[in-house]
């Protein structure tokens, strides 16, 4: 079975401080993780995906498959920051399962 | 821009009363994927489908929740009878291929509140 893990409601830092949001995930075949995001009034949007192993504004995630973790990371947050963000796995048939999602909130 | 369309926007309803959510999804688009949100749940995946044949919907109530695309431009969520634990905002998202993950569109969703 495939599951996402997210153990933070609500993660709240002032603006420059470094951020990370938590994922652990369980899945027994290779999977693909994603972090989506919702920033407010907005559509959710696609982030980051592990694959590409890119950084995009500002943020990185990398794959631990020891731990079992793909969590989100970024060394200064800024206001704009301020979402809720959501880790996802994408497992057998394709199949799409999100987490519970996190609130970061950047205080100025 | 393409997008996906998810009507209505909002929904109040009586407890007992059936809903149904529609969803238009990106054209040429293959993978239709319901998911409810809440606080409580996050993101739960509802049910999705790939080239309209249904391939899981075990996120679903049965009994009172159904899915269906009855043709490649609609998508449809119905709840009958409906109960206020059914309050929630229902998002369909729509992505093409096998790696959907890599790239899938929401639609704006459908706030539902059962009173």
């Known amino acids: 079975a495939q599951r996402v893990t997210q153990p933070e409601k609500l993660l709240s830092v002032f603006k420059g401080a470094p951020v990370e949001l938590k994922c652990n995930y369980s899945?027994?075949?290779?999977?693909?993780l994603f972090w989506y995001v919702q920033y407010s009034r907005q559509r959710l949007q696609l982030l980051l995906r592990h694959i590409s192993r890119e950084s995009i504004k500002g943020f990185t995630a990398d794959l631990n498959k020891g731990e079992t973790s793909f969590h989100l990371k970024k060394p200064f947050a800024q206001e704009e920051d301020s979402a809720m963000y959501y880790c996802?796995?994408?497992?057998?048939?394709?199949?799409?399962?999100f987490g519970t999602g996190t609130r970061l909130q950047v205080f100025p | 821009d393409a997008r996906v369309t998810q009507t209505p926007r909002h929904k109040v309803t009586e407890m007992g009363q059936e809903v149904t959510m529609r969803c238009q999804p990106i054209?040429?688009?293959?993978?239709v994927f319901w998911y409810r949100q809440t606080m409580m749940q996050g993101l739960e995946l509802l049910a999705y489908?790939?080239?309209?044949?249904?391939?899981?919907d075990s996120g679903m109530p049965k009994d009172r929740f159904s899915a269906e695309m009855p043709d490649a431009t609609l998508a449809t969520l119905k709840i009958q009878p409906s109960e206020p634990r059914d309050s929630a905002v229902y998002f369909c998202?729509?992505?093409?291929?096998?790696?959907?993950?890599?790239?899938?569109?929401f639609g704006s969703g459908t706030q539902l509140s059962v009173l």
């Open positions: 998202a729509s992505g093409l291929g096998q790696a959907v993950g890599e790239k899938l569109f």
């Open positions: 489908f790939r080239n309209r044949a249904p391939l899981d």
């Open positions: 996802a796995l994408s497992g057998e048939g394709d199949k799409l399962i």
């Open positions: 054209l040429g688009h293959n993978t």
């Open positions: 899945y027994s075949g290779s999977p693909e």
